[in-house]
Nanobody
Framework: QVHLGEFGGGLVQPGGSLRLSCAAS????????AAWYRQPPEKERELVAS???????NYADSVKGRFTISRDNGKNTVYLQMNRLKPEDTAVYYC?????????WGQGTQVTVSS
């Protein structure tokens, strides 16, 4: 079955950095668009960043210039490099990948930005 394994979350001080990874297994037709979403406490899920199969990326205004999404197609892995983190970035982050047949979600990883 398809599984998206997320890791890299944790506790970081404001201004610090984290890198999230999302490794997909069981996908045989390739990943089209991949994305990272986040859900802050008691708020709705929001799109953070997305990247196309060709490597073109888009970002929410709130993270533009601080976050970078990338992908390694050979490893079926998507990354989110998060720099200059702010307390407002605290959320559960979810990986989402789209294939020609279906879309899949990771289990979520907690990112907490606090001193």
């Amino acid at each position: 079955q398809v599984h998206l394994g997320e890791f890299g979350g944790g506790l970081v001080q404001p201004g610090g950095s984290l890198r999230l990874s999302c490794a997909a297994s069981g996908i045989f037709f390739g990943i089209n668009t991949a994305a990272w979403y986040r859900q802050p406490p008691e708020k709705e899920r929001e799109l953070v960043a997305s990247i196309s199969s060709g490597g073109h990326s888009n970002y929410a205004d709130s993270v533009k210039g601080r976050f970078t999404i990338s992908r390694d197609n050979g490893k079926n892995t998507v990354y989110l490099q998060m720099n200059r983190l702010k307390p407002e970035d605290t959320a559960v982050y979810y990986c989402n990948v789209q294939t020609p047949t279906y879309a899949y979600w990771g289990q979520g990883t907690q990112v907490t930005v606090s001193s």
